[in-house]
């Protein structure tokens, strides 16, 4: 299925209605999941970089404002990725990672969520995109 340019609101209308038609709740949530794949590809990543905070014997700490160094893993494996057909949500369960993104009265903050999003936007709506076009093309 094609679309076609637009001109005037009302065909503006029709095209959107009959994307929303040509693409199921499945479809729209796969192309989240991708963009959502994406975002949590590349906090891991951030946590795996090397830091350049506190050497303590084999472990190096992140300095204020680097993500979190990774240690065990515990937090970069507890990050997932989940979608609906309204939005995709990336995010962990462990206590500390709040802490670890705002920052504390008595640490500063070694975000990990946010500056990925800034960083890749381009590349997580690339990835949604991508996929949107791919259920489209393929109907």
């Known amino acids: 299925m094609k679309i076609a340019s637009v001109m005037g609101v009302d065909e503006l209308d029709r095209a ?8 199921s709740g499945d479809q729209l949530e796969q192309a989240l999941l991708a963009g959502g794949y ?12 090397s830091k350049t905070g506190h050497r303590y014997g084999k472990h190096t700490a992140s300095a204020p404002g680097e993500a979190p160094a990774m240690d ?31 920052g504390t009265a008595r640490m500063v903050a070694r975000p990990f969520m946010q500056p ?18 791919r259920s489209i093309e393929g109907m």
Do not use: C, H, W
């Not at 891991?44 to 970089?49: G, L, R, T, V």
């Not at 990835?127 to 076009?133: F, G, P, T, W």
């Open 16 to 23: 959107l209605q009959s994307l929303g038609r040509a693409v």
């Open 38 to 49: 994406v975002l949590e590809g590349k906090v891991k990543i951030s946590m795996a970089e």
């Open 72 to 102: 065990t893993g515990a937090l970069a494996n507890s990050i997932m990725t989940e979608a609906d057909d309204e939005g995709a949500l990336v995010g962990t369960n462990m206590e500390y990672a709040e802490p670890l993104e705002f």
């Open 116 to 133: 990925a999003v800034e960083a890749y936007r381009g590349e997580i709506t690339d990835a949604v995109q991508i996929m949107l076009k």
